[in-house]
């Protein structure tokens, strides 16, 4: 079992949306978990990280961790053309385990 | 400002050649990673060192070597390059002292095997 999943969408919204990513993980003891964001033909990019459970804001973009039932979200209010890109889940213990990715287009 | 530097953007090599991924970061960094991405596969770990001239397996190890003989620079080793190894290559490092939990990515390396 993958440590962490993730569906691959891909997500079209328009311009104004919310944004929902949502990944599950397998192992209750984690307690670092990350967004990364990655522009086309770029390397990912720290988006947000929290640590064991609760939510994290930051400008437009939330974190949330549900320990209880292993989930991971995160949501991009009043998305932007520029939010256009690829949106990674990872979690860490003693290595850094990615989800597939969420391709996500915000048309204008 | 941090960086990580991998030696090519694209790579083209022959089915049976021995391939050489170099990754150099400038952070002091004690962890090193190297993944690969595939469409839909999202970042599957091949290797990470986590100290100089020490090397773990990752999830998808199975032909492929790696050598940290210093602690800025981790190499990926194709042992005998096949198409299934056709990938976007990406090196990562990383510091994780108490919450600090971010990891730092080069651009990636495209390699292409015919």
């Known amino acids: 079992q993958k440590e962490v999943e993730q569906d691959p969408g891909p997500l079209s919204v328009p311009e104004g949306a919310i944004v929902s990513l949502n990944c599950t993980y397998s192992n209750s003891a984690f307690q670092y978990f990350m967004w990364y964001r990655q522009y086309s033909r770029k390397g990912p990019e720290l988006l947000m990280y929290t640590y064991s459970s609760g939510n994290k804001e930051d400008g437009r973009f939330t974190a949330q961790v549900d320990k209880s039932s292993k989930y991971i979200s995160l949501f991009i209010r009043d998305s932007q053309p520029s939010d256009s890109a690829t949106y990674l889940c990872?979690?860490?213990?003693?290595?850094?385990?990615f989800g597939a990715g969420t391709t996500v287009t915000v048309r204008a | 400002d941090v960086k990580v530097t991998q030696s090519s953007r694209y790579l083209v090599k022959r089915t049976g050649e021995k391939v050489f991924l170099e990754c150099v970061q400038d952070?002091?960094?004690?962890?090193m990673f190297w993944y690969r991405q595939d469409p839909g596969l999202g970042l599957r770990l091949i290797y990470f060192s986590y100290d100089v001239k020490m090397k773990e397996k990752g999830d998808i190890p199975e032909g492929y070597s790696v050598s940290r003989e210093k602690k800025e620079r981790f190499s990926l080793i194709l042992e005998s390059a096949s198409t299934n190894q056709t990938s976007m290559y990406l090196c990562?490092?990383?510091?994780?002292?108490?919450?600090?939990?971010?990891?730092?990515f080069g651009q990636g390396t495209r390699l292409t095997v015919v």
């Open positions: 952070m002091d960094h004690e962890n």
């Open positions: 990872a979690i860490r213990d003693y290595k850094l385990s």
């Open positions: 990562a490092s990383s510091l994780w002292q108490g919450l600090n939990t971010e990891a730092f």
